[in-house]
């Protein structure tokens, strides 16, 4: 019995200084209820703002990639992958150009996923 209690105190002691959360947000300056109004033909540049100003102590490694509106979209940073030390904020830029032959009024959705990336510091995200 002693040793089942053990290895829960262990259990528990790792989990309690063990920092593996890794957390940052993602805004836009435009959503559903404030919608970027274009015109046919024409160009814009915007940008998605990460953040890692979440609760935690550590940098963070994301990685980033269109998953909707590429007829219309494209990251302009060649690579997609940033560091975004603890505390910082940091615009990925995005460039926009909606077709000359667009109707006006139709709309495009431009999305995009930003997930945790390896790193290859020592203390990278887990």
Do not use: W
């Given at each position: ?62 990685k980033s990639d ?42 495009y959705k431009v ?16």
């Amino acid at each position: 019995m002693k040793r089942y209690l053990f290895l829960i105190v262990i259990c528990f002691l790792l989990l309690f200084f063990v920092d593996f959360v890794s957390a940052f947000a993602v805004s836009t300056l435009y959503s559903d209820n404030y919608p970027l109004e274009m015109l046919p033909g024409e160009s814009k540049e915007t940008f998605f703002l990460l953040s890692n100003v979440v609760e935690g102590d550590s940098d963070v490694v994301i990685k980033s990639d269109l998953v909707g509106g590429n007829e219309i979209a494209q990251l302009i940073d060649l690579s997609t992958v940033y560091n975004i030390p603890n505390g910082r904020e940091l615009e990925v830029p995005v460039r926009l150009h909606i077709p000359s032959n667009a109707e006006v009024g139709h709309e495009y959705k431009v999305s995009a996923i930003f997930r945790p990336s390896n790193s290859n510091a020592a203390g990278g995200n887990i």
